[in-house]
């Protein structure tokens, strides 16, 4: 995987460099959860894709997405003339394409409800978002508990542990690492940053979360960032 500023030509030679060749087009790794998604999810099935990372709220940010999507925002990704964008669309995308990773469970009913808590992580939890953005770096505890986070947080552990029980015989929430996993990692760098307090069982899922290679080299990557978003 290669990491590569953006650069006003990319996009056209990028577009001209052929059908084996992914780029995923991301913003801030400390910031942008939407993008941490489908790239540790690339990363953890070992997916081979070129990084381009855009630094969100600059004068430029909004000229330097649309050069790659017309939805003006990250995360996109690029297969020759083909654009993905948004991040449950791309993941879909990945496990079509890569059949033999298993990104998805093979159980048809375990398949149908990480797709489920996917699809329920993607359109909701509005409150948890609004009240407790996602800061690796930063540490706020007990800051962000609004009663609509406090509700949030009250599903997503209702969530993780119906999974972890039913399918995820107490490793990931579907046994092997998934896209599940990858979807929900954000909201396990978002627990630690505001330091929610979780069963025990729901502390040790997080802990394997964060330890697993793909979210760690996400997270020592939003460690070396220098940008500071207040609005983030």
């Keep these: 995987m290669q990491n590569t500023e953006l650069d006003p030509v990319l996009s056209e030679t ?37 990084e381009i990372r855009i630094v969100l709220d600059q004068p430029d940010t909004g000229n330097r997405i649309a050069e790659f999507s017309a939805a ?57 978002r609004s009240a407790m953005g ?14 609509e986070a406090q509700g949030d947080i009250g599903r ?3 969530i993780w542990e119906d999974c972890l029980a039913q399918f995820g015989h107490h490793e990931f929430l579907f046994g092997d690492f998934s896209i599940a996993d990858a979807f929900y990692a954000p909201v396990v760098m978002r627990f630690r940053s505001y330091q929610v307090s979780l069963a025990p069982a729901l502390q040790a899922y997080c802990d394997r979360v964060v330890a697993h290679p793909a979210v760690a080299r996400w997270i020592t990557a939003a460690l070396a960032e220098t940008e500071v978003l207040p609005d983030h």
């Excluded at 990028?14 to 939407?34: D, F, M």
């Excluded at 930063?138 to 962000?144: L, M």
């Design 14 to 50: 990028l577009r001209k460099a052929g059908k084996n060749s992914l780029t995923l087009v991301i913003g801030n790794k400390n910031y942008s959860s939407w993008s941490m998604r489908p790239w540790v999810a690339a990363t953890a099935f070992d997916i081979p894709f070129k």
């Design 134 to 147: 996602m800061d690796i770096r930063g540490r706020y505890p007990g800051q962000g508990r609004t009663p």
């Design 156 to 158: 997503v552990c209702e």
């Design 72 to 128: 003006g925002r990250v995360p996109v990704l690029l297969d020759g003339e083909t654009t993905i964008w948004d991040s449950l669309a791309i993941c879909e995308y990945l496990a079509e394409q890569f059949p033999d990773r298993g990104m998805w469970p093979q159980d048809v009913a375990a398949r149908a409800v990480a797709r489920s808590i996917c699809a329920e992580m993607h359109s909701g939890f509005t409150g948890l």
